[in-house]
């Protein structure tokens, strides 16, 4: 079956590092998506993976490793606005966009 | 207006009502869904229009029925509901990529319609 695992909730402080994990089993693998969504927001897209490395945008940077299955959101300089949940999703071979449950990150100061 | 923008925000109805959803795409694209997002699972993907024509229906029951007149315009029809339908519904367009293509095919959602069903 598919299935996305990352964790429910983390916490972290203004200023810092924070790593965000997925892993994934899915039919087949076209491409990981990030998506951010603030409390009674659309998500919004993040980033765009689909060769193994580290694409960095800003802040935000995502990891791949399609041979484990994993990938990450690595947010540096967090900011209070930060706050919200992260989604991690993956597009299958058969195009359906697979969603992870979302990882709530609150930053405090 | 910018987007993808869904109306109501907000929708309280009884299980004997019948509402609608409307989701409208300012940004040119050629496909169109429908996401149902409870507290604390994933979104689940409930319809696919691409072309204006339903591509996926993911085995969603009949009180849900959508409806896509043109590429810019989705309903969500909705009819004896009951209350384990209370959910955040999104709304998404993006840009389908030809046959054989590559790309990342980005879904662009607007903010969603908070139904609750008692």
């Known amino acids: 079956g598919q299935n996305i695992d990352q964790p429910t909730e983390m916490t972290a402080t203004e200023g810092a590092i924070v790593q965000i994990n997925c892993t994934y089993q899915?039919?087949?693998?076209?491409?990981l998506f990030w998506y951010q969504q603030h409390a009674g927001e659309a998500p919004t897209f993040l980033s765009y993976?689909?060769?193994?490395g580290l694409e960095e945008k800003g802040r935000f940077s995502s990891f791949l490793s399609r041979s484990k299955g994993y990938s990450y959101l690595l947010l540096k300089e967090l900011q209070m606005k930060d706050s919200a949940s992260y989604l991690c999703?993956?597009?299958?071979?058969?195009?359906?966009?697979?969603f992870g449950a979302g990882t709530i990150l609150r930053v405090k100061s | 207006e910018t987007g993808v923008t869904q109306t109501p925000r907000h929708l309280v109805m009884g299980m004997t009502n019948k509402k609608s959803l409307k989701c409208e795409q300012h940004?040119?694209?050629?496909?169109m869904y429908w996401y149902k997002q409870s507290a604390k699972k994933p979104l689940e993907l409930m319809f696919v229009?691409?072309?204006?024509?339903?591509?996926e229906n993911n085995s969603v029951p009949s009180r849900f029925s959508p409806e896509c007149p043109n590429s810019s315009h989705l309903f969500l029809h909705l009819h004896t509901l009951q209350p384990e339908d209370s959910a955040l519904y999104l709304c998404?367009?993006?840009?389908?990529?030809?046959?054989?293509?590559?790309?990342?095919?980005?879904?662009?959602f607007g903010a969603g319609s908070r139904l609750t069903v008692l």
């Open positions: 899915t039919s087949g693998f076209n491409g």
């Open positions: 229009y691409s072309l204006e024509e339903r591509v």
């Open positions: 999703a993956v597009r299958d071979h058969g195009n359906k966009l697979v």
């Open positions: 998404a367009s993006s840009q389908d990529l030809p046959a054989g293509g590559s790309g990342a095919n980005v879904l662009t």
């Open positions: 993976n689909v060769l193994d």
């Open positions: 940004l040119g694209h050629n496909a």
